[in-house]
């Protein structure tokens, strides 16, 4: 029997139609299994890529001026609220706010450090005359002593100790006392002492100046009496005695 085209070209439609279908239908699954693939890949990169910022450094060690100023006062409250009064007076000068202290064995003992943006006129500064007629409204019961110093080397980070040790003192070369004052950190922080800040006169480098943190002031005492102390200072060329002033940080600006 001939068979009827009629019945094969429907059949054969139907099978195209099919496949077709099927083929469809794999091509679109690929590809969106490949569009998946890439945006998987791209979240990774941009995950890997992520970078932080760098922490900010505390130390600063380009030379800066300051003003520091030792005052006996009986009236902490008044003479604070005097020295408020003043800031703009201060700024004109080119003088700034920076530390105020008080004495650790006397309370009387006022410790003032102001950054200077200028030697010669913050000691112009102190030298005025009407110092005399503020000192006496601040009600300070003894003669003043102000210095201008030039700091090499600051560490501005806070931490938790506010007990300070400010030590002055002459040198015979301000290079080889800062070798030698670098290569004694360890030393001092196994003392419980961190160094803040150091540096010399602004017009005569043999006469240093340093400040450190103190976390106990009685290993502090010992350490600062030690023979191997003793030691190095001779080997730094230290003349003399050290003198030191013990405060504690009242205010820092």
């Not at 007629?133 to 002593?145: E, H, L």
Request: proline share 3%; hydrophobic share 35%; glycine share 4%.
């Amino acid at each position: 029997m001939k068979p009827s085209p009629f019945l094969s070209k429907p059949f054969w439609v139907a099978a195209l139609l099919f496949l077709s279908a099927c083929g469809g239908n794999e091509q679109k699954t690929n590809t969106e299994t490949t569009s998946g693939d890439t945006n998987t890949s791209t979240e990774t990169t941009t995950t890997t890529t992520t970078t932080e910022a760098p922490m900010a450094s505390t130390t600063i060690t380009s030379p800066q001026t300051v003003l520091v100023a030792h005052q006996k006062t009986n009236d902490f409250a008044k003479w604070k609220m005097f020295y408020d009064s003043r800031d703009s007076n201060r700024m004109a000068n080119g003088i700034h706010n920076y530390v105020i202290g008080r004495g650790v064995m006397d309370t009387s003992q006022v410790f003032v450090a102001m950054r200077a943006d200028d030697a010669a006129k913050a000691k112009s500064y102190a030298k005025d005359p009407s110092r005399k007629v503020s000192m006496q409204k601040m009600g300070i019961t003894a003669v003043p002593t102000f210095e201008v110093y030039t700091l090499t080397f600051q560490d501005t980070a806070r931490i938790s100790s506010d007990i300070r040790s400010m030590t002055t003192f002459s040198v015979k070369s301000w290079s080889t006392w800062q070798q030698n004052f670098e290569m004694g950190n360890q030393d001092r922080m196994q003392n419980g002492l961190t160094t803040r800040a150091y540096g010399h006169m602004a017009d005569d480098s043999s006469k240093v100046v340093v400040v450190v943190a103190v976390a106990d002031t009685a290993k502090a005492r010992m350490f600062w009496s030690s023979d191997s102390l003793k030691v190095r200072m001779a080997r730094s060329g230290v003349i003399g005695q050290p003198k030191r002033f013990l405060y504690r940080v009242v205010q820092r600006y």
